[in-house]
């Protein structure tokens, strides 16, 4: 109990908690194709799997020999918390001989779960060891080969294992000794044994700088595995593989609304557009409305654009109506936007009325709890019990405790044509201008005339609008939805009267729709969690600096354009994703796939280390 006290972990301790997290940092740069959820990296030694001589402390990092040290019978050994994972592609760990003791009978190596660990490393079989006291190294044997020099007190010891090509090697004091071993087997732990009083060393398994230049190594081998793959063999294929990149590519262009860039591309390749130029146009301004915040426009231009799809998509229109309803707590959705035409005085909401509407607002809110059944929101008139944690979100005061990642809309999976994709439609930073957006979308002018029939009653072909009003919004308004002024308090629907009694409107028609989606096609818990977060903004004062105020984010959008945009283009027979988004998605998880099945060159063939 003793050791085990000694060796656990000071949680509350500043100086303790710093170190950790620069462990983590360390680890994880090194070792990026570790998933620690399912094969957690060594980071200490193991209280439990040792001989009984053995002795730690120091967060199980510093071993020390506690036996009578008389013969090779009174060795013992300790091996690390769990093996090292096949996915590091290559592993090193340090050990620093604080005291070689009465006669330095020290072992540094590797074994094999439920080996005898009586002994000094590489004494019996799947032992492999490099010994203090005379320089040998023992390989699953009790007779020693010589291989480096002695070590003692000072001394730093390394051992690598290079998991691609299944060697081994040490080092001493920042330099490397030569290969030590070969085909070596899976699944091996960091091991340590002592034999004589005396003897102390301290383990590094990445808490602090290696004294050898690892990343070096590293580096060398990560060359050799992407020069391995450009050298790969194309042959015959290269121009039919040239034709699907460039095909992938130019879907990719279409799919994000890049309409200039993706005309070009065509040109410059010879390639086809699967998509009419104006239908893609559409597609990109109805994101710029999403992504601005009027969603309720978005929800129009859709609708006339494209009859049929939210009614056929309703998941997909429910998830549309409740971010609309979070824009106009924001005060960007046109709904609220078109009484901010009034004098300013008409504008401020007074005092008495504010409280008849804070008032109405928490009884929606308690009144969509009571309906759904749901327990009671953890606030009370207005404010949340407890101190609440502030977030280091762009958006000052947006809390981090808000509910878990599926409480937002960006989180919904809809097994719809709704899917999102994998990636964002579009970078949208809450401090982005003007010029930054039409650069991303590629807003370019509205000359349609491809698809659009002359006659005024036929309204719709090819996804293409024939009255250019539905289409036509205020490029000076479609920024992020943010007030201009940064320094003016924000207030509930722009602190707008007539604004915010109709978004209370809104939210009796959204609860009222959730209703009889739930009568035609059930219960659904996501619609509920949509809802119960969003109508939860009114509960609080300051909706921007509460629990669930991340959904004025936003960033948030994103997920909503993705989805919206996914349903169109499925509706209009294309892909919802990207050929090249799902192509670089499987790349990925086979490559994860292959380094976790020991295929140790996959570490290093990173699908993102080819995309800068």
């Not at 010891?157 to 085909?183: E, R």
């Not at 924001?330 to 078109?338: A, H, K, M």
């Not at 959904?551 to 989805?563: G, H, I, K, T």
Request: negative net charge; aromatic residues 8%; contains cysteine.
């Amino acid at each position: 109990m003793a050791e085990l006290g000694a060796g656990s972990l000071q949680g509350g301790d500043p100086a303790f908690n710093y170190q950790e997290r620069e462990l983590n940092e360390r680890l994880k740069r090194l070792y990026p194709a570790v998933n620690e959820e399912e094969t957690p990296l060594p980071r200490s030694w193991s209280p439990k799997d040792k001989y009984s001589y053995i002795g730690l402390s120091q967060n199980n990092l510093r071993v020390h020999y506690k036996g009578h040290g008389k013969n090779h019978k009174d060795a013992a050994s300790v091996r690390a918390t769990h093996p090292i994972p096949a996915a590091c592609g290559i592993y090193y760990f340090e050990v620093k001989i604080v005291s070689k003791g009465r006669d330095g009978y020290m072992g540094i190596g590797l074994s094999a779960q439920g080996v005898n660990m009586n002994r000094l490393p590489g004494k019996s079989v799947y032992w492999y060891g490099y010994h203090g006291d005379d320089g040998h190294s023992f390989c699953s044997s009790g007779t020693g080969q010589p291989y480096g020099p002695t070590f003692t007190t000072g001394d730093v010891i390394g051992c690598c294992v290079n998991l691609i090509n299944n060697t081994c090697f040490y080092t001493k004091n920042g330099h490397s000794l030569g290969i030590a071993f070969t085909d070596l087997p899976p699944n091996l732990y960091p091991t340590v044994g002592l034999q004589t009083p005396g003897e102390i060393v301290d383990a590094n398994f990445g808490q602090q700088p290696f004294v050898f230049d690892i990343e070096d190594y590293m580096s060398e081998w990560r060359a050799k595995i992407h020069g391995m793959i450009a050298r790969f063999p194309i042959g015959e294929r290269l121009g039919e593989w040239q034709a699907v990149l460039q095909n992938m590519v130019s879907s990719y262009l279409v799919h994000h609304g890049y309409c200039a860039t993706a005309t070009a591309f065509a040109r410059a390749t010879e390639t086809m557009i699967q998509e009419e130029q104006a239908s893609i146009k559409n597609r990109q301004r109805i994101q710029k409305l999403v992504l601005a915040g009027r969603v309720g426009e978005a929800i129009e231009a859709t609708q006339q654009l494209y009859p049929g799809l939210l009614e056929h998509n309703p998941n997909l229109l429910f998830m549309l109506k409740c971010r609309q309803f979070v824009e106009m707590v924001n005060g960007t959705d046109s709904e609220v936007r078109c009484f901010s035409t009034r004098s300013p005085k008409s504008q401020d909401i007074p005092t008495p009325l504010k409280c008849v509407v804070t008032l109405v607002s928490v009884c929606l809110t308690a009144y969509f709890f009571f309906l759904s059944g749901a327990d009671s929101p953890t606030c009370s008139n207005g404010v949340a019990p407890g101190k609440n944690k502030q977030s280091h979100s762009k958006y000052p005061g947006i809390s981090s405790t808000s509910s878990s990642s599926s409480s937002s809309p960006s989180s919904v999976n809809y097994s719809e044509s709704n899917s999102t994709d994998s990636t964002k439609s579009q970078p949208h930073s809450s401090t982005s201008n003007q010029e930054t957006s039409d650069s991303e979308m590629e807003i370019e002018p509205e000359h349609y005339t491809n698809g659009v029939l002359e006659n005024s009653s036929a309204r719709i072909m090819n996804g293409t609008y024939k009255h250019e009003e539905i289409l036509q919004t205020d490029e000076s308004s479609l920024g992020n939805g943010v007030a201009e002024d940064a320094c003016a308090p924000r207030q509930l629907c722009g602190g707008n009267q007539a604004a915010t009694e109709r978004m209370i409107q809104f939210g009796r028609e959204l609860q009222a729709l959730n209703e009889q989606l739930c009568r035609e096609y059930g219960k659904n818990a996501m619609h509920k969690k949509m809802l119960q977060d969003a109508f939860s903004l009114l509960a609080y004062s300051d909706p921007w600096n509460c629990p669930v105020g991340q959904q004025l984010d936003p960033m948030q959008r994103e997920s909503v354009c993705s989805a919206l945009n996914s349903a169109i283009l499925e509706s209009q027979n294309l892909p919802k994703q990207p050929p090249l988004m799902l192509a670089l998605g499987q790349a990925t998880e086979c490559v994860q796939l292959m380094a976790r099945v020991r295929s140790g060159s996959c570490s290093f063939a990173r699908v993102d280390n080819f995309l800068h």
